[in-house]
């Protein structure tokens, strides 16, 4: 691995420890998809051998939950509990006022399902994720039905976007939803981003969108001079 790997790591998993701490006894968590959601999660675990109690938690990725159910932490279900505590997980993108790009790992539905049902989200992520506009450096993630992907490629390239339909090896990537992803650039980021959520909420086919838009209530950023909290 690189320096600046390493770096980010180190970043990425002193923010995790600190989300870690947020944790109460009786608490029901949702768990994040990615490199430092698996931090948190390691941290999260490592905090109940440690003697913290939770009720139990919400995986927003079949990956995650087996890494959780690896450590022994409980699972429960939306049936059984509707309404989290705390949902913790990672970005890809962070503008100023906390909106976030997220589905590099092709998660973002269930994400989105995890934040929408959690009292409070809470991202973690090291100080390379914060731009001054969304879409600035890394491309916005869109999960579609495959029946509808071509349909919707079109629609998105006319609204100026550079499509690509995401890959693993030869074959299309394909979410825990069954889904596929079209990475989107746009040649400027995205101006708007509530504008542009909007008009693709609308494109049938489209299941959902990566921009999670003032849905993260706080944000620990690791660097090099520690954890911040935003704002
Ligand atoms: O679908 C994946 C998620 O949105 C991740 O939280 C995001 O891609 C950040 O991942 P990482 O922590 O690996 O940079």
Redesign the pocket.
């Given at each position: 691995m690189t320096a600046q790997g390493t770096n980010r790591d180190a970043w990425?998993r002193a923010a995790s420890e600190a989300a870690a701490s947020l944790v109460e006894d009786g608490m029901l968590v949702g768990l994040?998809?990615?490199?430092?959601?698996a931090f948190f999660i390691r941290a999260l675990a490592k905090r109940m051998q440690e003697g913290l109690h939770i009720a139990g938690t919400i995986s927003s990725s079949l990956a995650s939950q087996e890494l959780a159910q690896s450590f022994g932490i409980p699972v429960t279900t939306f049936e059984a509990n509707p309404t989290l505590d705390l949902y913790i997980?990672?970005?890809?993108e962070i503008d100023p006022q906390l909106n976030l790009i997220?589905?590099?790992?092709?998660?973002?539905l269930r994400?989105k399902i995890v934040a929408s049902a959690s009292r409070r989200f809470v991202v973690v992520a090291d100080h390379l994720k914060l731009v001054e506009r969304l879409g600035q450096s890394f491309a916005l993630p869109i999960e579609v039905v495959p029946f509808a992907t071509p349909l919707v490629k079109r629609q998105l390239t006319d609204l100026g976007a550079n499509v690509q339909l995401r890959s693993k090896g030869e074959t299309p990537f394909i979410t825990d939803n069954q889904n596929m992803i079209l990475d989107c650039t746009f040649a400027q980021g995205i101006s708007d981003p509530a504008a542009l959520d909007e008009r693709l909420h609308h494109i049938v086919g489209i299941v959902e969108t990566g921009l999670f838009l003032g849905m993260a209530r706080q944000v620990l950023i690791g660097g090099p001079n520690g954890v911040q909290t935003l704002p």
């Open positions: 990425k994040g998809t990615g490199s430092t959601a997980d990672g970005a890809d997220k589905g590099g790992g092709g998660a973002l994400e």
